[in-house]
């Protein structure tokens, strides 16, 4: 099984609300990744956990807040956001980072963010 | 920064027809990945390619390493409509703290039934 599932599908949010994204798997994996994507480009790495700890911050502007709870899960808290921060966000797991040896990361299904 | 480039940007073919793209760097990579993305999906990975040569098959879909270790290749044989998407090859860049996964700039498939 190679699943990674996220929450919500869609979100619609205004620029003062709060509002978080979550994003779960069962793979045993100790890597997990946040990605924003803008339509028909690639995904740009934004947040990377190794065994629950943040290992890398991409310059990401602290209007977003990742956390993972346990290895299972992640999330990204949301406030203040801008309408040009609308977008595709993924989440990716992989066995372990930075992946000796195996290097592929699993996507969940993403949730599509719209902020107006 | 490593960069990855796919050509073709995009592709519009016929059901049944065979279908070739390809990923170049500049620099070398070690382990090269093959993804699909549908509309409003995540990518979904396809074919993990580790070794410098290798071929690699999935039921339709074909993925070579290429032996410079520079490329590598994915090939959809008799094409059907559910491969409409965009297919992004990636790999893995060292950066000491910054580890991650270099993605291309993709290729878009339109097939017409």
């Known amino acids: 099984d190679t699943e990674v599932t996220q929450t919500p599908k869609h979100l619609v949010m205004g620029m003062t609300n709060k509002k978080s994204l979550k994003c779960e798997q069962h793979?045993?994996?100790?890597?997990m990744y946040w990605y924003k994507q803008k339509a028909k480009k690639p995904p740009e790495l934004m947040f990377v956990y190794s065994y629950e700890k943040l290992s890398i911050n991409e310059s990401v502007p602290s209007r977003f807040s990742p956390e993972c709870p346990n290895s299972s899960l992640l999330n990204l808290h949301l406030h203040a956001l801008q309408p040009e921060d609308s977008a595709l966000y993924l989440c990716?797991?992989?066995?372990?980072?930075?992946?000796?040896?195996?290097?592929?990361?699993?996507f969940g299904p993403g949730t599509r963010l719209t902020v107006t | 920064g490593q960069q990855l480039n796919q050509s073709p940007q995009s592709m519009f073919i016929q059901e049944g027809e065979d279908v070739s793209m390809n990923c170049t760097s500049s620099?070398?990579?070690?382990?090269w990945l093959w993804y699909k993305q549908d509309p409003g999906e995540g990518p979904v990975l396809l074919i993990a390619?580790?070794?410098?040569?290798e071929l690699t098959s999935n039921g339709r879909l074909t993925a070579q390493f290429g032996i410079t270790r520079k490329d590598s290749f994915l090939n959809i044989s008799a094409s059907i409509p559910s491969d409409v998407g965009i297919y992004f090859c990636?790999?893995?860049?060292?950066?000491?703290?910054?580890?991650?996964?270099?993605f291309g700039t993709g290729t878009l498939l339109a097939v017409q039934p």
């Open positions: 990636a790999g893995p860049h060292y950066g000491g703290a910054t580890n991650k996964l270099i």
């Open positions: 990716a797991s992989s066995q372990e980072w930075p992946g000796q040896g195996n290097h592929e990361q699993y």
């Open positions: 390619l580790y070794k410098a040569g």
């Open positions: 620099s070398i990579f070690n382990t």
């Open positions: 793979m045993g994996h100790r890597a």
